[in-house]
């Protein structure tokens, strides 16, 4: 097989791949054996055809796109493989000549990674952060802690408020047709959580229990139910229980609560510990970003537009795994927000071309540094996810190769530790003051 690249623009350029004349023969010979068995030829049974009366009936240029199906993906393989290049896009393929007995000449358009112009990546300055605890802060996470451990007390004579917990019947229709979706019983809806259509939850403000109302909203015209956007809709509404939170109150029999401490003061104390070394934390994260910024916006790369359309999808599968571990999926998220998920792609767009960018300028920086990662680098990783998961290294390694997914671990190590380079080599100043 003979295979050349020529770059036509940019990230832009023509694979030429010539298979040899034995390789389309013996394509032929696999297309023949799977669709024989679906010939039906007077006096013979299905698969029990012989070539050449199968080829007289229906000519030999029917088993051509089988064959080319067959063939096609697998010395397209070879030919990146052989030409050096790194596709990030579906070729379009033009196939010049494919008959029996000659070769297979095809060229194909393809979108490759782009090259990357580093500017400067050793000694970029960043400010120091404090991990000093202020008082603000401290109370602060005193009242969240407070807020995760109220009670949902029951309110008989007051009327609902922002914050309060409504259980609810609702019945939704539009011009008196009700619709998918639009009903339920005793539903539990935190008033002003945003989860209903906008102008919903702000209309059962002030409702009492017993309370029946018409709760009337407009969907945004960018629903994604399309039979339902732009279009106004009466959910009959009755409201059963309203809950509040009751906060305990701050003293030592709450330190005792929720901690070892038998005093407010220790807890205090302990807490503030806690909270300056995740602030350590947060800091040393936020660094690493600042670096990698810095050194991304530093260097000149073109980036395809597939790469970064591929990436949002990684987003929203992400997105979506992260909602179901609250007990969500996409589905349900893009209806309570009334958003489509082209909307929610293309707001994704612009994290996903900085992801993009700032994984090829760290690629870039790993080779010119020379950082690889040995067998020690994945070794220790998989140690580290195995205690993360209480699960042995090799259930974990087998986990990961049985999905593909150990290429994607190595990168993912080489990243880091070129991002760990990169701090180990840059310069803290002093924080701007306030």
Do not use: C
């Amino acid at each position: 097989m003979k295979a050349t690249w020529e770059k036509i623009e940019k990230n832009l350029g023509v694979l030429e791949v010539e298979v040899e004349a034995e390789r389309v023969a013996a394509a032929l010979d696999k297309a023949f054996n799977k669709v024989v068995k679906k010939a039906n030829v007077p006096g013979f049974r299905k698969g029990k055809v012989p070539r050449p009366i199968f080829e007289a009936r229906y000519g030999v240029e029917s088993l051509y796109q089988d064959a080319i199906d067959i063939l096609l993906p697998e010395v397209y393989g070879e030919a990146v493989e052989q030409t050096d290049i790194f596709p990030v896009d579906r070729p379009e393929v033009n196939v010049e000549q494919f008959a029996k007995g000659q070769a297979f000449i095809f060229k194909a358009k393809v979108t490759v990674k782009p090259e990357v112009t580093l500017g400067e990546y050793k000694g970029v300055e960043v400010p120091a952060a404090s991990a000093e605890v202020t008082e603000e802060e401290l109370s602060a996470e005193l009242e969240r802690l407070q807020q995760r451990h109220a009670e949902l007390v029951v309110i008989d004579e007051e009327p609902a408020q922002n914050g309060d917990t409504v259980v609810i019947d609702f019945d939704g229709s539009v011009n008196g047709v009700p619709f998918e979706g639009g009903q339920a019983e005793r539903y539990s809806l935190e008033l002003g959580s945003g989860s209903f259509i906008p102008g919903f939850e702000d209309q059962v403000v002030g409702m009492a229990t017993g309370d029946f109302k018409d709760v009337v909203v407009t969907f945004p015209e960018t629903y994604h139910a399309e039979e339902l956007a732009g279009k106004e809709a009466v959910f009959k509404v009755k409201l059963h229980e309203i809950k509040r939170k009751q906060l305990p109150a701050l003293d030592d029999e709450f330190a005792k609560d929720v901690s070892e401490f038998d005093t407010l003061d220790e807890y205090k104390e302990d807490l503030k510990k806690e909270l300056a070394s995740r602030k350590q934390k947060d800091n040393e994260a936020a660094r690493e970003s600042a670096i990698v910024e810095k050194v991304a916006e530093n260097a000149q790369v073109d980036i395809p537009r597939p790469m970064v359309l591929g990436e949002v999808q990684n987003m929203v599968r992400d997105f979506d795994n992260r909602l179901r571990t609250q007990g969500m999926n996409l589905d349900m998220f893009l209806s309570f927000s009334g958003q489509t998920l082209s909307e929610l792609q293309e707001q994704m767009e612009g994290d996903a071309e900085k992801r993009v960018r700032n994984n090829l300028v760290l690629e870039q920086i790993a080779k010119e540094e020379n950082i690889t990662v040995g067998e020690e680098d994945i070794d220790q990783e998989l140690a580290n996810m195995a205690d993360m998961y209480k699960r042995s290294k090799e259930e974990i390694k087998s986990i990961l190769a049985s999905n593909g997914s150990l290429g994607s671990l190595r990168e993912e190590v080489q990243l880091r530790k070129t991002i760990e380079f990169l701090v180990a080599n840059s310069k803290e100043t002093e924080a701007a003051a306030e």
